[in-house]
């Protein structure tokens, strides 16, 4: 009989992903639901192994809120917030005694993200997985994409995104054109993400009909404007505000500081930066604003400089994984919280850099696997995020240039 096969996208860095196990300096499900399908639910109450039945019995339970099959049950968390299903070195006792298949959709898929669009799947994963972070992050050649294969019943929760007629059409053009934006190192990675929102104001302004043509004359504009460095020249003359950014940042932190993290790696991170930048409820502006362009200077710039393919990556894979620009329901949207999330990584490493007097491709990997941990799977937070943003008027391109500039 004939495999039935699917055909795939995928960053090359995904061919290289093997999960460390016991090795790993976080655990995967820790501080999280984990959701268990009903196919697998069914599994472990037909397992005939006694003492994996009575651990089963007791820490999954039926999910009565649920609404679908893939939401069917989910595992009880310790105390710690850890998988009451975790052995004393953290591995997982289902994987241990019934074997991968055993495994329910979501811990199969995890680190991975499946999204399905225009019927080929597209396949990444989050950099909460340190191993992913590492692959991702310190990759020096950056991120590359390659064509695959594989079973068409491989486990997973396979997202399918519709997009409108017009959505569809644009949707290849204006990724391959962001992203060949982010990847282009003769400009600064804060002057590529001007550009693109230079750019997307303008698409934007664009009319529906005849859109497609306009978009690659809009594209085939910008990219001139590149090449002859007239578009640079006019960036040159965009004002930076230290101030405003610490100010936001400090709003965000307060959202944030008011929630529950369950990540001690994170909180490390954040107090860190905290420190390193004299951040708190009653702060003087002036002494965090000097003590900023400090940090930056001469702790944050001389490893950045060597390393921006670092930041790169990070936005590069963002952008494959959201779907960006339509993975809000506007493409400002899209592009506010792309800004808002670089600039928040970009403040806690120049506070982080303050606090150790530079940086380190450890100290990165900590503070961009920790953070994704913490904020990508806290849809709440997200949208406090985005209604903060939207209450002060912040999501103005004018805005979102000065929270990217240093």
Not at 280 to 295: G, L, P, S, W
């Amino acid at each position: 009989m004939i495999e039935k096969t699917r055909e795939i996208i995928l960053p090359e860095y995904m061919t290289q992903f093997q999960c460390i196990g016991s090795a790993c300096e976080d655990t995967c499900c820790a501080g999280w639901k984990v959701t268990v399908d009903k196919e697998t639910y069914k599994k472990y109450k037909g397992t005939k192994n006694p003492e994996m039945k009575t651990l089963l019995n007791e820490n999954v339970k039926r999910n009565r809120s649920g609404n679908s099959d893939d939401l069917y049950a989910k595992i009880k968390m310790n105390n710690s917030g850890d998988c009451t299903l975790l052995d004393e070195d953290h591995l997982c006792k289902i994987q241990k005694e019934l074997g991968p298949d055993f495994l329910s959709n979501t811990c199969a898929v995890y680190p991975r993200n499946l999204n399905l669009v225009d019927n080929v799947v597209e396949k990444s994963a989050t950099l909460s997985c340190p191993e992913v972070a590492r692959l991702v992050l310190l990759n020096e050649k950056g991120i590359d994409f390659i064509q695959d294969v594989e079973p068409s019943n491989t486990k997973g929760f396979l997202k399918k995104h519709s997009m409108s007629k017009e959505q569809q059409e644009l949707f290849w053009n204006l990724r391959i054109f962001t992203i060949r934006t982010l990847q282009n190192r003769n400009i600064s990675i804060e002057n590529r993400l001007i550009i693109l929102g230079l750019f997307y104001r303008k698409f934007d302004k664009l009319s529906s009909e005849g859109k497609s043509e306009k978009v690659l004359l809009l594209m085939q504009e910008f990219e001139s404007s590149i090449d002859d460095e007239s578009l640079l020249d006019s960036i040159k003359q965009l004002p930076g505000n230290i101030s405003f950014q610490v100010s936001m940042c400090k709003s965000l932190l307060e959202y944030r500081l008011s929630s529950s993290i369950t990540s001690q790696r994170y909180v490390d991170c954040l107090n860190e930066m905290v420190k390193g930048l004299g951040i708190d409820i009653e702060f003087f502006e002036d002494d965090i604003n000097q003590r900023y362009k400090e940090a930056y200077e001469v702790d944050y710039k001389p490893f950045i400089d060597k390393h921006e393919y670092i930041l790169e990556n990070y936005l590069v894979n963002y952008v494959f994984t959201n779907l960006f620009p339509f993975d809000k329901k506007t493409v400002t949207d899209s592009f506010a919280i792309l800004i808002i999330n670089f600039s928040m990584i970009k403040l806690h490493l120049i506070g982080m850099a303050k606090y150790h007097n530079g940086l380190n491709n450890d100290l990165v990997i900590k503070l961009v696997q920790s953070y994704s941990k913490t904020i990508d799977h806290n849809n709440a937070y997200l949208k406090n995020v985005e209604n903060l943003l939207k209450g002060h008027g912040y999501t103005t391109l004018a805005h979102m240039v000065v929270l990217v500039r240093s």
